[in-house]
């Protein structure tokens, strides 16, 4: 299994271009995540999915989108970058929703800066 | 508004002494706690959880504390080793619909020196 898998690892941006960090998972998790990671700080949750077709907000979405066509992809869109979108963003999965099998496997990561 | 709190940015420790991260919480509906260790340019990678129900977990080297009327757990690493140098990571999680959404503290650096 390769897990949770990013691409790309590395993007620089320019202010207002737009950008589609991938994300596929082969554990047939339901529940998919994405997170972004500011120096210094813990993980805020951008958006999550709960399954094919369902995505919610977490704590910061303004200025990302997401789509869930298929168990294995959860991709997260940013259609006018800014600067304040700087960050390192890691896409993660779950077995369930909360409780004993809460565990969420993490992707690498994608740096992200925005110039 | 800091819901899971890690006051420590750093902790240095010898090698084979005992390692112990802390974690502060505010919100009483937290029924779920993990640790997450990540090393640099990598994703974070779980630790060890416990339940509310619990005030103590343990998985080899590993133990975290539970103190919920303190609202406060920590982990203990024993013997700490320099493999265990990273970003440790507290996260909660609720119940019902908030179950699933890790709230995370801000990291604590552990370095083990030989």
């Known amino acids: 299994n390769a897990g949770v898998t990013q691409t790309p690892k590395f993007r620089i941006l320019k202010i207002g271009q737009s950008m589609t960090l991938q994300c596929t998972q082969d554990m047939n998790h339901n529940y998919m995540y994405w997170y972004r990671q500011d120096p210094g700080m813990g993980l805020k949750l951008i958006y999550y999915s709960v399954g094919a077709g369902i995505t919610d907000k977490g704590e910061v979405p303004n200025g990302y989108n997401v789509s869930r066509s298929t168990t294995e992809d959860f991709p997260l869109r940013l259609e006018l970058a800014a600067p304040s979108q700087t960050s390192v963003y890691f896409c993660?999965?779950?077995?369930?929703?909360?409780?004993?099998?809460?565990?969420?496997?993490f992707g690498p990561g994608t740096r992200l800066t925005v110039l | 508004d800091q819901q899971v709190k890690q006051n420590s940015p750093s902790l240095s420790v010898q090698e084979g002494r005992i390692s112990i991260l802390n974690c502060d919480y505010t919100n009483s509906m937290f029924d779920y706690f993990l640790w997450y260790k990540k090393y640099p340019a990598e994703g974070p990678t779980f630790l060890i959880s416990i339940s509310s129900i619990k005030d103590k977990n343990e998985d080899g080297r590993f133990t975290v504390f539970l103190n919920k009327s303190a609202k406060h757990l920590s982990l203990h690493i024993v013997p700490s080793q320099p493999g265990d140098s990273a970003v440790y990571f507290c996260a909660a999680s609720g119940r019902g619909n908030q179950g699933g959404k890790l709230i995370f503290g801000q990291g604590t650096e552990l370095s083990v020196k030989p």
């Open positions: 993660a999965s779950s077995y369930s929703r909360g409780g004993l099998y809460n565990e969420q496997f």
